[in-house]
């Protein structure tokens, strides 16, 4: 015999049994996948129990009572924002206080608004609900102020009616009204101011002296329905 044909004869159950084993070892992966490792918690780790999950944080009602200035007194025409919480039929996105100072709502009829702090009001209101709602929760919101107006009038670039904002004394009203056109005489200003009693009050102001620091007790605080005059 060939020694060529020889080797081929005895290599050949060699290769067949080499090639048997791989695709053995081929199937065998593909049918059981490595097991993956388990991941364990700090506390499975130590032998202690596993804690439930935290629950979220329930968010803040949206509609809960803020806060109130008490130092802002509601007035007529001022617009006002009623809600009673889980009463929409109620409550009321904008509702002006009337000329007599009252404001109607459902169930609640009419009741005094102004003189009255935002949360005073809450409770007059909540007070009326009770007959009708259990533990109303009442939340009055000053959307717009029209009763905290001044006017000026005279010799200046913008006179009108201006809103009273934080602190305003004269000069700021001046100010605000665009200062003095050309022959405005500042000497003689004088603000118009309605007393308690329905007299009338005339304050003298003279804007030379207060700009250079002298008498600054004229430069008083705009109270509401106050009248500048610049002549």
Known sequence: ?????????????????????????QAATSTNPPAQASVQSPAQSSGQP???????????????AQAHDNSFVIGNDD??????????????????????????LPL???????GLTPLKLEQAIAAKLQNFISQP????????INSQKYN??????????????????VLDAIA????????????AIYVLRQN??????????????VVKGKNPEQNVKIQPKDTIVVP
């Open 1 to 25: 015999m060939n020694p060529d044909s020889r080797m081929r004869r005895l290599a050949t159950p060699f290769l067949a049994a080499f090639l048997s084993g791989v695709l053995s070892a």
């Open 152 to 169: 000026v009038l005279g010799q200046v670039n913008r006179p009108g009616t201006f809103v009273i904002t934080n602190s305003l004394t």
């Open 50 to 64: 596993a804690s439930p999950s935290t629950p979220a944080p329930i968010a803040a009602d949206p509609n809960a």
């Open 108 to 114: 609640v009829g009419e009741v005094q608004a102004a």
């Open 176 to 187: 605000i009204s665009g200062g003095f056109r050309d022959f405005a005489k500042q000497k």
């Open 137 to 144: 929760e009442v939340t009055v919101i000053v959307q717009q």
């Open 79 to 104: 617009v006002l924002a009623i809600n009673v919480w889980k009463e929409p039929d109620v409550s009321r996105p904008a509702i002006p206080v009337r000329s007599d100072g009252k404001i109607s």
């Open 196 to 209: 308690s009693d329905g007299t009338q009050a005339r304050l003298p102001f003279n804007y030379k002296e």
